[in-house]
């Protein structure tokens, strides 16, 4: 099957600085792009799941478009941390098997509830503290095959963080929404941190200097203040009284 170019730049047919790199190093890069190639599979999944839902609450158009789009840029996210694989490994690197993630059950909340806090929770929180995540690797990187497909995903992760922030501002989120997202806000926030602390204790300590992985406390520092600084005055900006959630994470 032919199918077009992963990415919508021009992508460099050789990395010189890739190649440069010492074999364990583009070995562990190699391992740490297959894993990623992975995870964005899913994260595809899991906005497919959310367009689903979306069309349940009747969500605004714009929203559904977004959503759809990011489910499918997640696919191509997929494929690019394969090439950039393939590139450190210096050897063909296979596709991760596609397979259907689970949504969080968030028991107590009733189905209406659950889909939203689903958006909340992929793409308000998650996506948003992913861009705050790949711009502190693209401004780490210096090799241009890494340079050029985190600047992709970088643009993407933006508008993948808008389809939550889009729909908490739309009408389809009346007040009563508004307050049980305020409820569970703390355990979402708690969640995802804990989730992408962990994901950045699988990386070097240290970094790799120059390919896109600065020191990991560097990283952590980025994302608690994304938490911070970005996605909790979001939730105030749409209404939602992050008061609790602030609390929860001093």
């Known amino acids: 099957m032919s199918l077009p170019p992963p990415s919508r730049r021009a992508l ?26 992975k995870s964005e599979l899913g994260a595809g999944s899991g906005f497919a799941i959310l367009v689903t839902e979306l069309y349940e609450l009747g969500a605004d158009p714009v929203v559904l478009r977004l959503a759809t789009r990011a489910s499918h840029d997640e696919v191509r996210h997929s494929e690019l941390c394969r090439l950039l694989a393939e590139a450190y490994a210096g ?7 596609p397979k259907r993630v689970g949504m969080p059950p968030h028991r107590g909340a009733d189905d ?10 992929l793409s308000c929180i998650n996506e948003t503290l992913a861009a705050s995540f790949v711009e502190a690797c693209l401004r780490d990187a210096t090799a241009p095959l890494v340079r050029a497909i985190q600047l992709e995903h970088l643009s993407d992760e933006i508008e993948h963080a808008r389809v939550g922030w889009a729909h908490l501002a739309s009408g389809v989120v009346d007040n009563g929404v508004r307050r049980g997202v305020e409820r569970w806000l703390p355990r979402l926030v ?54 609790a959630a602030r609390t929860a994470l001093s």
């Open 12 to 37: 460099p047919e050789r990395d010189e600085a890739i190649e440069a790199l010492d074999p364990a190093s583009r070995a562990l890069l190699a391992q740490i792009w297959a894993a990623r190639a």
């Open 91 to 97: 050897a063909p690197v296979p596709s991760p098997r």
């Open 112 to 121: 209406v509830l659950r889909a939203h806090l689903h958006v909340v929770g």
């Open 190 to 243: 708690r969640a995802n941190l804990d989730h992408w602390r962990s994901r950045i204790g699988e990386l070097p300590e240290h970094g790799v200097r120059g390919h896109g992985y600065p020191p990991r406390a560097h990283l952590v520092d980025t994302i608690e203040r994304a938490m911070c600084d970005i996605v909790l005055p979001g939730f105030e900006h749409v209404r939602i009284d992050a008061t």
